[in-house]
């Protein structure tokens, strides 16, 4: 657990750092740079190379973004792959009142349980993701599978972002952008053009929206 160049951050401050062409293998939290950023900040990083999970938080960059933490102009290009939830080309999970700001994801994203997204598996609990992208192709074997997000949920924003990648889900809440938006969550100024293949619940942009409290302004997807 806890695998990457720095395993696990609190309050801590990281900026201007590349990890090239790594091949990190680890259980939970698990990311090139951090396996678990709690409270910290990253600024200008990246990564190249594959991250392999075999349990919850794995992302290209970031395994875990949580308690108010901040991620500002960084990017990954690597592939990523988990065998349980939370997996992004970027962060695995963002949640606590965290911040994803001017990132991008170009790397494949292939998950086998819930939560897997080209540039987060979910952002969740007071977060946001503003000015991303993600141009992977995502696939994913169990429910909440999208291009940008796998789940945006408990009243977190997703805006000015896109998605271009193909997503491909074998179960259900497949989109082209998020797999599934909901309860007081936002998604706005934001597209996607991939193709979008699953069972049920599938959407050019969002897989399904859940109950009258979300948002969904000023987007679109000219995917299929």
């Not at 939830?85 to 086998?112: F, H, I, K, M, R």
């Not at 998020?178 to 969002?206: E, Q």
């Amino acid at each position: 657990n806890y695998i990457g160049l720095f395993g696990y951050t609190n309050g801590a401050t990281i900026q201007d750092l590349g990890v090239t062409n790594v091949n990190i293998k680890g259980k939970h939290y698990v990311g090139a740079l951090v396996g678990s950023n709690e409270g910290s900040t990253i600024s200008n990083c990246y990564s190249t190379g594959s991250v392999t999970g075999t349990q919850k938080f794995v992302g290209g960059l970031v395994g875990w973004v949580l308690d108010t933490s901040t991620i500002s102009n960084c990017y990954s290009t690597g592939t990523v792959r988990g065998s349980n939830w939370y997996v992004g080309g970027l962060a695995g999970q963002v949640q606590d009142n965290s911040t994803v700001s001017n990132c991008y994801s170009t790397g494949t994203v292939e998950g086998d349980n819930y939560f897997v997204g080209g540039l987060a598996g979910e952002v969740y609990g007071n977060s946001t993701v503003s000015n991303c992208y993600s141009t992977g192709s995502v696939e994913g074997n169990g429910k909440y599978v999208g291009g940008l997000a796998g789940e945006v949920q408990n009243n977190s924003t997703v805006s000015n972002c896109y998605s271009t990648g193909s997503v491909t889900g074998a179960s259900n809440h497949v989109g082209g952008l998020a797999g599934l938006v909901r309860t007081t969550s936002t998604v706005s100024n934001s597209y996607s053009t991939g193709t979008v293949t699953g069972n049920n619940n599938v959407g050019g942009l969002a897989g399904y929206l859940y109950n009258s409290t979300v948002s969904v302004i000023n987007c679109y997807s000219t995917g299929s």
